[in-house]
């Protein structure tokens, strides 16, 4: 499933071959200690969960790291970055496709074609991509993100970004329209497949089974030249900054579970830098 394997990239990253945790503990001589926190960022209300454990280390950090940290509350800048200069959403499929789409959109949020359309052409056809997992969640959802923006918030502890949301969305406007056009469609015409691969990926996330998940994603064959991007180009940006930030700090990182595993990893990237990066079961 390429959109699915290309949106759960830009929301939890890549793992591969990691210790079995979603907690790592950061250690450096003369240094304060840190810890960093893989996100899946959004997951059923059933399958949430955020013991006393986490709640304890991130009252006791002196800052509290997100990928972006406005992404909830600027909404009027975030949905100026989502709409198209010109033309319509739709005019990167063919009448057939957009017929196709059209129903499929109707379908999941309940409204007619002629509404869906209205609605939606002036967004940026990734955005479709993201209204996918209307039908893929039912019932109330968390966004794990904000969980710990709030938590952070409600003792004081300031909160900040490793990157900006205008850097995030760029991400999507680098894919060719074609390219978008094939993801849409293929979850479009195969929606079961995109539930199915979902509920497991959050299955092995609230297990903190990374060695599963990381079989999940890289089964899909899909990443091409993307993972560039979306992943390896992002976590070598992160490292400087996260060690300017832990020069003096005891920092909580919060990021895409993803980036933390595999060779270009945050893991393995801040081991290479001299820290002593250590699983914490929780």
């Keep these: 499933m390429k959109f699915l394997t290309v949106i759960f990239l830009f929301l939890s990253g890549f793992v591969s071959g990691q210790d079995n945790s ?24 059933s399958l ?14 002196d800052e509290v790291i997100l990928e972006v940290s406005d992404l909830y509350e600027n909404q009027n800048a975030l949905t100026e970055l989502m709409t ?5 959403c739709f005019d990167i499929f063919t009448p057939e496709q957009k017929d196709s789409v059209l129903q499929w959109g109707a379908g999941l949020l309940g409204i ?23 039908g893929m969640i039912t019932g109330k959802i968390r966004l794990v993100d904000m969980e710990i923006e709030n938590k952070a918030k409600h003792d004081k502890i300031p909160v900040t970004g490793l990157e900006t949301t205008t850097y995030q969305l760029s991400i999507f406007d680098k894919i060719p329209p074609a390219e978008m056009a094939g993801m849409i469609m293929e979850t479009v015409r195969k929606p079961e497949d ?13 297990q903190q089974d990374l060695e599963n998940l990381s079989k999940i994603i890289l089964e899909s ?8 991007e979306l992943l390896n180009k992002r976590n070598q940006n992160w490292i400087p900054k996260m060690e300017a930030l832990m020069q003096n700090k005891s920092c909580f990182f919060a ?23 250590t699983p914490v079961r929780y």
């Design 221 to 228: 064959d899909d990443l091409g030249s993307y993972s560039e």
């Design 22 to 45: 979603l907690l790592y503990q950061i250690k450096r001589k003369d240094k304060k200690v840190s810890y960093l926190f893989g996100t899946i960022h959004i997951i059923p209300d």
């Design 48 to 61: 949430y969960y955020f013991p006393q454990k986490l709640d304890k280390i991130i009252a006791k950090s």
């Design 84 to 88: 198209l200069d010109s033309g319509s």
């Design 112 to 134: 007619k074609p002629e509404q869906f359309e209205k609605e939606f052409e002036k967004r940026k056809p990734f955005i479709l991509l993201q209204i996918s997992f209307q």
């Design 255 to 277: 990021v895409g579970s993803g980036h933390l595993g595999g060779f270009n990893g945050v893991i393995q990237l801040l081991r290479q830098k001299g820290y002593e990066v």
């Design 194 to 206: 995109g539930r199915n691969t979902f509920k497991k990926m959050v299955q092995y996330y609230h």
